[in-house]
């Protein structure tokens, strides 16, 4: 996909930089049309898609297949919908004689936890590329988003002793210590529902956290040795999850390893993130926000349960950072994902309006 649109690109005379991964296998891609000045516009998209495994599609993920006013193909509301409008104004972008820029920011490795933006935003950086804001066209229905939740992710081993299970006191049971670890992250998880803070702008008004991946044990006649389990936090802007974290590791230095020392010195809890991303949020009177909101023109605003690399750009590049694209989340990482082409014909004319904002 990324040479597809690099080769895009060159074909209408654009050009566009890579910058690749640490294997060279995967790139994030960038190009500016228009005026080489400061400011202008930032329009970012991943070209990544979750997978289709134990999916059943009534048509071919990998082939676009058009039925009743929509588009149905892996990828078509998250996110490819949006890329593909891109791509085709370039035409009236160029022909637009632009005065002020508009930079296409397309990154890899988004829905594995915002990973390859990085290096783009160090390159963006370093290029002193400064745009006046951004707009990130995750599928939103094309209303106006200006906050999101951040996300952490960590995978928790416990590992405990083996033995048989009639002699089960002399081993240490990992899955027991596991469970009675989930049990506190519940805890937690229930004392911000009750304690916040809240936020009454979200679907969920507080931070949550959830355990959704376990594995353990070999055997029922066997003191399991080792269990594993991961958890997530998903948090508003006021709260720090470094803080939950470290109340969650003190607690299982505290009350379980104590315990599992005492049968055995070679037990132990190891803790590895996974993913972690800042949340969104930018002032809802803003220059940005009044200025997206005109070229949608609903004066609307919301905030979304699902996350973005947008607060990356806002917090790393300092870039005021807008959501706003076609297509619905309700669609997304689901079998038969479709954008119907209303939303299609709402994010061209978006564009369009925009391209003539920058004439």
Request: proline share 4%; net charge neutral.
């Amino acid at each position: 996909l990324i040479a597809f649109i690099k080769n895009y690109l060159n074909i209408h005379k654009i050009k566009s930089t890579l910058v690749y991964d640490s294997s060279g296998k995967k790139a994030n891609l960038y190009a500016t049309i228009g005026s080489s000045s400061e400011g202008g516009i930032m329009l970012s998209g991943h070209t990544d898609t979750v997978p289709i495994t134990d999916q059943a599609w009534a048509y071919d993920p990998f082939h676009l297949t058009q039925k009743d006013n929509k588009l149905y193909g892996r990828g078509t509301a998250d996110m490819k919908g949006f890329l593909a409008l891109i791509l085709s104004r370039v035409p009236k972008m160029i022909s637009a004689n632009l005065s002020k820029p508009i930079h296409l920011a397309f990154s890899y490795d988004e829905e594995v936890g915002c990973i390859g933006v990085h290096r783009l935003l160090d390159f963006i950086n370093s290029n002193s590329i400064k745009p006046v804001f951004c707009i990130v066209g995750e599928p939103t229905s094309m209303e106006v988003v200006i906050g999101h939740k951040g996300k952490c992710a960590y995978q928790v081993v416990v590992k405990g002793l083996a033995c048989h299970s009639g002699q089960a006191p002399f081993g240490v049971n990992a899955v027991d210590y596991a469970a009675k670890l989930i049990s506190y992250i519940a805890e937690i998880a229930k004392e911000k529902s009750i304690k916040g803070p809240f936020d009454y702008d979200y679907e969920v008004p507080y931070s949550t956290l959830h355990t959704g991946v376990i594995s353990g044990g070999t055997i029922l006649n066997i003191v399991p040795d080792s269990c594993q389990f991961e958890f997530e936090i998903r948090h508003l802007i006021e709260d720090n999850p470094k803080e939950l974290i470290n109340k969650i590791k003190l607690y299982a230095k505290e009350n379980l390893l104590p315990n599992m020392h005492k049968v055995s010195s070679k037990t132990d809890i190891h803790f590895k993130e996974k993913v972690t991303y800042p949340g969104l949020l930018i002032d809802a009177n803003s220059e940005p926000v009044r200025y997206v909101k005109k070229l949608v023109n609903n004066e609307k605003h919301k905030k979304v349960i699902f996350g973005s690399e947008g607060g990356l750009f806002q917090e790393k590049l300092n870039l005021p950072t807008v959501v706003c694209g076609p297509g619905s989340i309700n669609q997304a990482h689901k079998a038969n994902e479709y954008i119907s082409i209303d939303q299609l014909e709402k994010g061209a004319k978006f564009l369009d309006d925009l391209i003539n904002f920058c004439r």
